[in-house]
């Protein structure tokens, strides 16, 4: 991990300003809307060239609603996603969709469900070339060469090029669906939970196959997870969202260490310990997650709380700088005292 | 078709599955639906007699005849009395009637009319072409004299020829009636589901309210609303039309509700991503996909349609004779008298029952073998 930490001070490459994605809510027979969604609700962060970046939750905070923006498979209600690449920076936010497509090279994206993101009635070369021809490389030779070397790349066998889909296993085709997001050379791969639907074997050989990649390419990932035990190996700094809003974001072994954020703590209590007989002090998080319609006034997360006081429901926290690289968003930051996992082993995957 | 399934010994048991396209995955899911298979035959058979109708038929289906009314099913004999294979039926013998004083045809045993094989008969066109060669004729009729393999209705008509020339009729307002339903779903199921919004919504509500509508009175009420001089070919489309009107809502649910799931699908927005155009989305990544439902719910919509079309001109509503459909010959055996006087005239059910069975078999096993993951 410390060899990618340099990427530190590289340029950034992607940086959200308060992004926010609401849905509407349409009742009756007009459609007429009688509520907001509160998905996305004023996000920020940066990315740097080289460096990964992990954006942690529960399902429904979030998450994959802003990873969505930022490649914009949705628009965004509002916010700024401000993209660098070739010696210029483009907001993709309020970017038509025209403007949008030859831009679209540059970010591509792995999937979570490694099923429904490959055509079941296409070739793995056809998948895997798909962007290759939409992008203008036609010669069928060439092509082919170029999916050779991209199979070869995630650890497929070039005999598979004929193959479909269904000829394959969940770890297969979720590299089929990798080497697909690197056919472009894009400058930012964000991946949406890209092991979470695989078996916790198969998951290892996919997190190796994605470190041995960034240490190779240099590649710069957005990567979206609801666990942080997957996350750790493989990012530089970590994002944890709760119910639309990001509520800590610290460098990936600050905050394993040391969580700031009553949140972080009970998810890091949830990650599981890879020592036998560890007694497990698990933190139960009572009551279900805030409904983003509906959100608890003051900091959404004081209904869970058990840190939780009077002024936690009825100010609300933003997110502050409290060290160099770590924000948090919690009124009691600088008193608590939290735990995180001190043990931390450095190669478990 | 089959010719996409040719073998290719090269390969291997697990390369040859690992290659396999979706329309041979469906193809060897489908094969194993032995119910299914056996009904596809059925109606593959049903259309080929729809093609060959006036090749089948032995006598005029329009020919009236006073002196063949009412004639019992009669069977071929195959053999002659000296044993040599020389099929031939039985002529008629006009007999006075006693009590009535009117003469009564009934078939003469010592009369024997030979049938021919591939040999002459009425004239008809084929495809345009001129054609007057039938399956089986007789040599030398006299007057009156036919094959009446299933009797004969009550103004002489053979049934069995009549029947011929109905399924043709029966079969095709099927296929014109779906097709037309095919293209009006589709492409209002395709339009509500890309666009969405308004317009979706009023799309959804109109199919809403034509499905609230009770189906017989209305198909009574538009029927009844065709002009009485329409030609034979005039009242057929209309009724093709207003039976289709009504059926494209199905599918066009169909359609729109897999495009929506399709849509969502992550495959679809991987091409998105990767700068697919909205028609290279369309055509190349979910029409495929949703291509083996339509055809699945074709399969599904083409009995419904016939039994509308047989329901419809039962009661009088739909074709109307000279036209000769399931339906009107059905119309035949409506009165009890007419039923217990000549019961054969109830074969029209026959097939109609066949082909709707058959179908439906056809339909769920095209279903469950398009979707080799579900």
């Known amino acids: 991990m410390s060899a990618r930490s340099e990427g530190l001070e590289a340029p950034v490459l992607l940086e959200v300003k308060g992004l926010k994605k609401y849905f509407p809510i349409r009742k009756g027979l007009l459609r007429r809307v009688v509520g907001q969604v509160k998905a996305v609700d004023g996000v920020s962060f940066a990315i ?96 082919r060469r170029r999916v050779l070397e991209l199979m070869e790349l995630v650890g497929l066998p070039g005999a598979a090029i004929n193959r479909f889909p269904h000829a394959f ?10 080497a697909r997001a690197l056919a472009l050379n894009p400058a930012l791969i964000v991946a949406d939970e890209p092991v979470s639907a695989l078996d916790v074997s198969v998951q290892a050989q996919i ?143 | 078709m089959f010719g996409m399934f040719k073998s290719r010994p090269q390969l291997s048991q697990a390369e040859r599955f690992a290659q396999a396209t979706q329309l041979q995955l469906t193809w060897w899911r489908f094969r194993k639906h032995r119910v299914a298979m056996v009904s596809g035959v059925i109606v593959a058979l049903f259309y080929l007699v729809a093609l060959s109708a006036d090749f089948l038929a032995t006598t005029d289906p ?37 009590k009535t004083f009117k003469i009564v045809y009934t078939p003469d045993p010592q009369r024997h009319v030979q049938v021919d094989f591939l040999a002459p008969g009425y004239p008809y066109t084929f495809l345009g072409i001129s054609m007057t060669t039938h399956l089986f004729a007789l040599r030398n009729p006299e007057r009156g004299d036919g094959i009446f393999i299933l009797g004969t209705d009550q103004l002489g008509r053979d049934i069995w020829s ?128 949703f291509l083996s439902h339509i055809i699945a719910a074709v399969s599904l919509a083409l009995p419904a349609m016939i039994i509308s079309e047989t329901s419809l001109s039962f009661l009088g509503l739909g074709l109307r004779p000279p036209a000769i459909s399931w339906g009107i010959l059905l119309q035949d055996a409506q009165s009890i008298q007419s039923l217990a006087l000549a019961p054969w005239l109830l074969s029209a059910a026959v097939p109609v029952i066949l082909v709707i069975l058959a179908f439906n078999f056809l339909g769920d096993g095209l279903r469950d073998a398009a979707d080799p993951y579900g």
């Open chain 1, 48 to 143: 740097r060239k080289g460096e990964t970046l992990a954006l942690v939750g529960e399902s429904g905070c979030g998450k994959t609603t802003v990873s969505r923006c930022i490649l914009r498979a949705m628009a965004p209600s509002e916010g700024a996603i401000n993209f660098a690449f070739e010696g210029r920076t483009v907001d993709l936010a309020t970017l038509p969709r025209k403007r949008l497509r030859p831009l679209r090279r540059h970010m591509q994206m792995v999937f979570q469900d490694p099923y429904s993101s490959l055509n079941p009635r296409m070739v793995v070369g056809d998948t895997i070339g798909e962007p290759l021809l939409i992008n203008g490389m036609t010669d069928r030779a060439e092509r």
């Open chain 1, 169 to 178: 296993s969940g770890g297969q085709r979720q590299r089929i669906g990798i």
């Open chain 1, 207 to 349: 997190l190796n196959l994605l470190l041995d990649l960034q240490d190779r390419l240099g590649l710069t990932v957005l990567f979206v997870a609801h666990d942080l035990s997957v996350v750790k190996h493989v990012s530089d700094r970590v994002a944890v969202m709760y119910v639309g809003r990001i509520v800590e974001l610290a460098e990936t072994e600050a905050l394993y260490r040391r969580p700031l954020h009553p949140y972080t703590e009970a998810l890091l209590s949830a990650a599981p310990t890879p020592v036998p007989g560890a007694v497990s002090q698990r933190i139960i998080l009572e009551r279900d997650i805030a409904d983003p319609a509906n959100p608890p006034p003051g900091c959404a997360f004081h209904p869970r709380c058990r840190y939780a006081e009077a002024r936690c429901k009825v100010e609300r926290p933003d997110m502050v700088e409290v060290e160099p690289g770590r924000q948090v968003a919690c009124l009691r930051a600088g008193e608590l005292v939290l735990r995180g996992i001190t043990d931390m082993p450095h190669e478990a995957v």
């Open chain 2, 62 to 98: 329009h020919a009236t005849d006073s002196r063949t009314s009412y004639i019992a099913p009669q069977p071929v004999h195959f053999f002659e009395d000296d044993g040599s294979f020389r099929p031939y039926v039985n002529g008629l013998k006009g007999v006075r009637d006693p």
């Open chain 2, 162 to 289: 009549r029947l011929m020339v109905a399924t043709r009729v029966s079969l095709t307002i099927g296929l014109v009636g779906v097709s037309i339903s095919l293209f009006l779903g589709v492409l209002l199921g395709g339009v509500s589901a890309f666009y969405g919004g308004m317009v979706d919504t009023v799309i959804q509500r109109v199919i809403e309210v034509i499905r609230s509508m009770p189906t017989i009175p209305l198909w009574l009420g538009l029927a009844a609303a065709l002009p009485n001089d329409w030609s034979v070919t005039q009242v057929y489309f209309s009724i093709t039309v207003i039976i289709s009107l009504l059926a494209w809502t199905d599918l066009a649910r169909v359609v729109r509700g897999k495009f929506l799931a399709l849509r969502e699908e992550e495959f679809v927005m991987a091409a998105e991503l990767a700068g697919a155009s909205s028609g290279r989305i369309i055509f190349r990544h979910m029409l495929p996909s």
